[in-house]
């Protein structure tokens, strides 16, 4: 009985310093994952304000797009022009036309047409035309974009190049290709491209759909993973009390 005693004295101190850290992990694990909920929070705040300035922005009067490029003009006056409707007048420049491979317009897979506007000496902005399927079983082959060599004169919205894709190896060069960078064909093609593209929203035509996507803001995103981040807070809350509280181990009666 006297042996016993000297062991049980060294097992308390051990079992409070085990209750202690667990508390501690279980503190931590609930601040860090809280911490993570309320980030995503505020990032999908953010978005959503991004979607309001986008919306008032397109319900402003439209611009004229002959001020693009010219004298007092600027790449930072241009960015905060983005999502504002333009009215452009100009000539197209067919033999730069881009065919942009795997996009989707109301679940069908093909291109995205894009062709540089000639708006003034100054100014040449890419315009994405519209949406065509591309050819069954000759995937090679080119849709026929009939493109005018007059003036011609389309309303669209300015926006930022379209989306990249993931693309294997090097960046494409053909008129068929995954993604379009704007410096790199400002060098390929020589031509004053501006920054900024103009994605054409006149009634279809030329062949063309234009039941363009709205831009994806990801703020159900944010919220979903907000969710995940809170959910797993609350069960490490639950895992301890359950654990440490309702279901926690009695100590050893010490014998008499």
Partial sequence: ???????????????????????????????????LGFWQLRRADTKLAWQAEMAQRGEMAMLEGASLGQWGDSAENRAGLLHRRVRLQGHWIPEHTVFLDNRQMNGRVGFY????????AQAVVWVQRGWVPRHFTDRAELPAIPTTTEVVSLSGRIAPAP?????????QTGPIRQNLDLDAS??????????????????????????????????????????QWFGLAALITLLYVWFQIVRRPKPPSSPR
């Fill in 163 to 171: 989306s990249k894709l993931y693309e294997l190896g090097a960046a």
């Fill in 186 to 227: 400002r060098q390929e093609t020589g031509l004053p491209l501006l920054e900024v593209t103009v994605v054409q929203t006149d009634a279809a035509s030329e062949g063309l759909l234009r039941d363009w996507p709205q831009p994806a803001t990801g703020v159900e995103k944010h919220h979903g993973y907000a969710f």
């Fill in 113 to 120: 047409v894009m062709t540089p506007l000639q708006l003034s």
């Fill in 1 to 35: 009985m006297s042996q016993a005693m000297p062991h049980l004295g060294l097992a308390k101190p051990s079992n409070r310093r085990k209750t202690v850290l667990i508390l501690i992990a279980a503190v931590l694990g609930v601040s860090v994952t809280c911490s």
